[in-house]
């Protein structure tokens, strides 16, 4: 079984920047894919971004540029770093794992989540 615990998170004012964290406990070898989703109020969840294990990242066209998310397997950590913010990021994140990259980035293990709040 898989814990991801999140961390960071809180409220900033447009063009803020805002990082969080997720650590990992459990069976951390079957983790070959983690990243965040996140669910903005009234919306459905989306994907933000994902790392595989050895570094290969994807992100949301939304993010672009303005996020970037590392890993760091030692640690069993993953970080995104959020800069640029825009209210349209206000959403809860998610940290999300997978035991095997899947093309539709369906996740098995989730974190309980971290609000983010962009004011204008």
């Known amino acids: 079984q898989v814990q991801l615990v999140e961390s960071g998170g809180g409220a900033v004012q447009t063009g803020g920047s805002l990082s969080l964290s997720c650590t990992a406990s459990?069976?951390?070898?079957?983790?070959?894919?983690m990243g965040w989703y996140r669910q903005a109020p009234g919306k459905q969840r989306e994907l933000v971004a994902t790392?595989?294990?050895?570094?290969?990242?994807n992100y949301a066209d939304s993010v672009k540029g303005r996020f970037t998310l590392s890993r760091d397997n030692a640690k069993n950590m993953v970080s995104l770093q959020m800069n640029s913010l825009k209210p349209d990021d206000t959403a809860v994140y998610y940290c999300?794992?997978?035991?095997?990259?899947?093309?539709?980035?369906?996740?098995?293990?989730w974190g309980k989540g971290t609000l983010v709040n962009v004011s204008s």
């Open positions: 999300v794992g997978s035991p095997k990259y899947r093309v539709d980035y369906s996740m098995d293990y």
């Open positions: 459990g069976s951390i070898s079957s983790i070959a894919v």
């Open positions: 790392i595989t294990s050895n570094g290969i990242t």
